[in-house]
């Protein structure tokens, strides 16, 4: 651990870069044209798979037929609108028996996750964009709704089929992601309403990966900047442990 | 005339979302000097609703709503000018938005292209829509104020608007979305609740009629 480890942080409020000796900057990956049109062509098959696409698509006609031309305008704007980009930010966490308290203060409440970076785990903070807006995809179709909706699937499938391929090319570092897992963030914001999104605890979150070449916020409310956009926690154990 | 075959094969093509044939039957009606606002009346604003209705049973999902609503502003776009130059009136007029601080549009929008294919007048205000956005729509004569919100951090809104137009006697709030329930409608004194984008054109259909 480092020093982290002997600090106290009972408020989630406390500015992380304050108390928290973090590594210099998050490392930005900008995903290029080729790799957009892999991601776009993961995501078209995957959404064509899917009952509602698939049994429209199997019946032929006309219905197919718009639906396919849907998809091929929603794949045009997000090749033409999309910036893909993965970053990634090591973070110094404290631990406190079962709890693994985050350099924001977040505390989460998991015995293995714990476990782990006590046998010398690393725990990191990864944010994957599309990097584009939504109204800018609007006015590339034109002001078509329903182009736009089909936008917004494919979107969220490419959005995913980033996930996928960063993982796999080692979004953590870690050969192969052996052993890899996400960490559920619960927040337990009010009594009686434990899956209340915490949105200053998410804002506080993305602050700790440094806000210049990401280009992703979020508001008050807890939506991302843009829209499609996911932040969230990996837990690698030790690398020898592994190998 | 049309002939009751015609009014069949657009209602099917409505539901099938077969674009070419509504508006060849459309253009031939208005050729014909059909009463154009009485078949969208009685033929395409029922075929949408018989979409709307497969939607909400899990018949069809929302790929080939989208098909069948493209299908059916194929025939809108042809019948407007002549509903508009006739003094026809609209449905309703309805404005709708994500409430402040929500940035998400997919139901939204989904509910904007329901609406309009069931006849309203929709004046669509955007995303992170605050009250006096809302306020000044209504001042442009939109009564029926929709809200969506995907966020349980962004419902809260939905009662401060549903607050805000207390009192007005002239105007309705609708609220949907994937995180509202008819409970939660019901709690904050909204007038109607859309669990989906077909329940919505519904709920707006019933605050209209509890009005007049």
Not at chain 1, 124 to 152: N, V
Not at chain 2, 63 to 79: F, T
């Amino acid at each position: 651990m480092t020093s982290a480890a002997a600090l106290e942080m009972t408020d989630p409020g406390f500015c992380a870069a304050a108390i928290t000796p973090q590594p210099p900057c998050a490392a930005v990956t900008q995903i290029d044209q080729a790799g957009l049109d892999r991601l776009i062509a993961a995501a078209l098959f995957r959404l064509r798979r899917q009952a509602h696409f698939a049994g429209p698509l199997g019946a032929g006609g006309h219905k197919a037929r718009q639906i396919d031309a849907w998809l091929q305008t929603a794949a045009g704007c997000l090749r033409a609108l999309a910036r893909p980009k993965v970053a990634q930010q090591t973070l110094a966490p404290h631990l406190e028996g079962d709890c693994v308290i985050l350099p924001t203060g977040t505390r989460l409440h998991d015995a293995p996750a714990a476990e782990t970076l006590r046998r010398g785990g690393r725990l990191s903070l990864y944010l994957l964009s599309l990097g584009f807006d939504q109204r800018a995809a609007f006015e590339w179709l034109g002001s078509d709704y329903m182009a736009h909706h089909i936008q917004s699937e494919l979107s969220r499938e490419t959005l995913f089929a980033l996930g996928r391929e960063a993982r796999a090319r080692g979004l953590d570092g870690a050969p192969g992601n052996a052993g890899v897992r996400r960490i559920a963030v619960r927040v337990e914001a009010a009594p009686g309403a434990p899956r209340l999104w915490d949105a200053a605890g998410v804002q506080r979150l993305l602050s700790l990966i440094d806000d210049g070449p990401h280009g992703v916020t979020m508001n008050d409310s807890g939506c991302f900047q843009p829209l499609h956009s996911v932040l969230g926690l990996l837990l690698a154990p030790d690398r020898a442990a592994v190998d | 005339m049309l002939t009751e075959e015609d009014k069949d094969n657009l209602y099917d093509a409505i539901i099938d979302g077969d674009r070419d044939t509504v508006v060849t039957l459309v253009q031939k009606a208005a050729s014909l000097g059909v009463d154009l606002g009485g078949l969208l009346q009685e033929v395409m604003i029922p075929a949408m609703g018989h979409v709307g209705e497969l939607f909400s049973s899990g018949e069809v999902f929302v790929p080939e709503m989208l098909v069948a609503a493209r299908a059916m502003q194929g025939g809108i776009d042809i019948i407007e000018p002549y509903l508009v130059n006739s003094g026809h009136k609209s449905a309703g007029k309805v404005c709708i938005g994500s409430v402040k601080g929500d940035l998400h549009d997919i139901g939204k929008n989904l509910v904007v292209m329901m609406l309009r294919g069931a006849g309203y007048e929709v004046e669509d205000l955007g995303v992170d829509v605050r009250i006096e956005t809302f306020e000044q729509a209504v001042e442009r004569g939109y009564k029926i104020v929709c809200l969506s919100a995907l966020l349980t951090t962004t419902k809260g809104e939905m009662r401060n608007v549903v607050e805000h137009f207390r009192g007005r006697n002239d105007v309705r709030v609708v609220v949907g979305g994937a995180v509202v329930n008819q409970i939660y409608a019901t709690a904050i004194g909204a007038d109607g609740f859309g669990e989906d984008a077909p329940g919505a054109v519904k709920a707006v259909r019933q605050v209209l009629e509890a009005m007049a």
